[in-house]
DNA sequence: CGATAACATTGATGGGCGTCGATGCGATTT
DNA sequence: AAATCGCATCGACGCCCATCAATGTTATCG
């Protein structure tokens, strides 16, 4: 939600700032830490790659697992992670659910390192 | 001191594969994920932009303490783990030891975000 | 319904990480 | 040489994380 933040941070960026640009308070450093903890493992590294691998854009779970060569519920656990990170989003249809990339999530995260 | 990078792992092999290009096998991902934990925290997150701040481009240690809060051995464990990363690179002249920031490093690292 | 399939959650385990006080080492100063 | 300063390393503590087996939940099928 739109809750009224301090003036100061809305002024030059509204969603992520960059580490280069200026110093970074607690608050903020917090934030973007947490964005790279999500990509800071390769077998999530390695989900996102297998989602924007995918022609249609989004894959089920059944066809996750295989390939990473661990087990469900890790997949799963790594799944909601990156899900609670808002990089990835989950669609139940059926049985299955797919899962798809959240390129502006990523793209915002990319921005923080902005040189 | 300014730990070498292992030129044993730097082969042919492009620089950074980007993680939304095709599947990553488990090294690559590895070596992406190593990269993504040294900026997965706060206290590494505000040393870099404290460093990225400063007009002559280097800080010494002892100017990097009190703005973190940290204590002085905390801010050197993680001096090392930047260093060791290749995001940052230490010159010691006299007493002192002045750090800087790696700019190419932390680009390649963006770009292994790239869409 | 009961059975089965696809995911998510729980509980347990082993390992890694952030933090700080104490200590060590190199360089400067007196 | 002795004292001091700047920084790195060590040892220890507490906490979080990745992983899997077992179980739970939701949906489809016979």
Same mark, same amino acid.
């Given at each position: =939600?739109?809750? =009224?933040?301090?003036? #100061?941070?809305?002024? @030059?960026?509204?969603?992520?700032?960059?580490?280069?640009?200026? /110093?970074?308070?607690? #608050?903020?450093?917090?934030?973007? !830490?947490?964005?790279?903890?999500?990509? !800071?493992?390769? #077998?999530? %590294?390695?989900?996102?790659?297998? %989602? +924007?691998?995918?022609?249609?854009?989004? @894959?089920?779970?059944?066809?996750?697992?295989? /390939?990473?060569?661990?087990?469900?519920?890790? #997949?799963?656990?790594?799944?909601? $992670?990156?899900?609670? +990170?808002? %990089?990835?989003?989950?669609?139940?249809?059926?049985?299955? @659910?797919?899962?798809?990339?959240?390129?502006?999530?990523?793209?915002?995260?990319?921005?923080? $390192?902005?040189?």
């Amino acid at each position: =939600m739109a809750t =009224m933040e301090s003036s #100061v941070t809305r002024t @030059v960026r509204p969603c992520c700032p960059s580490v280069l640009a200026s /110093p970074l308070d607690g #608050v903020q450093a917090g934030e973007l !830490a947490q964005g790279f903890t999500a990509l !800071a493992d390769p #077998v999530r %590294l390695r989900l996102l790659s297998l %989602l +924007a691998a995918s022609p249609s854009g989004e @894959v089920c779970v059944c066809d996750l697992v295989a /390939p990473l060569g661990k087990s469900q519920p890790t #997949v799963s656990h790594h799944l909601k $992670i990156l899900s609670e +990170a808002g %990089l990835v989003r989950g669609d139940r249809r059926g049985k299955w @659910v797919w899962y798809s990339l959240n390129r502006a999530r990523l793209a915002a995260l990319r921005d923080a $390192i902005d040189a």
